[in-house]
């Protein structure tokens, strides 16, 4: 017996080959993606402003502070 271990400990043997499978590529739902990125466009459909409460902002600086201050400088 095992110190500190009042539980026999056993051997569960040989493990069957097939316990672990490896799971092939899901089928993809839907239309498959487009490859030629020449036929690809991008529409921008924001408002020329878009409205953010302060909520947010504290929000995004208690998350991101320390980041945007490596990237922008403290602005202080």
Known sequence: MLAGCPVPRFSL???PDD???TPEPWPRIGRP???DLS???VTDD???R???TQAAV???EAWFGDL???LFGSGR
């Open 58 to 60: 504290d929000v995004f």
């Open 19 to 21: 316990l672990y499978i």
């Open 33 to 35: 993606p487009k490859h």
């Open 50 to 52: 878009v409205p953010v």
């Open 13 to 15: 043997g040989v493990l």
């Open 46 to 48: 924001w408002p020329e």
């Open 68 to 70: 945007f201050e490596e």
């Open 39 to 41: 036929a690809w466009s």
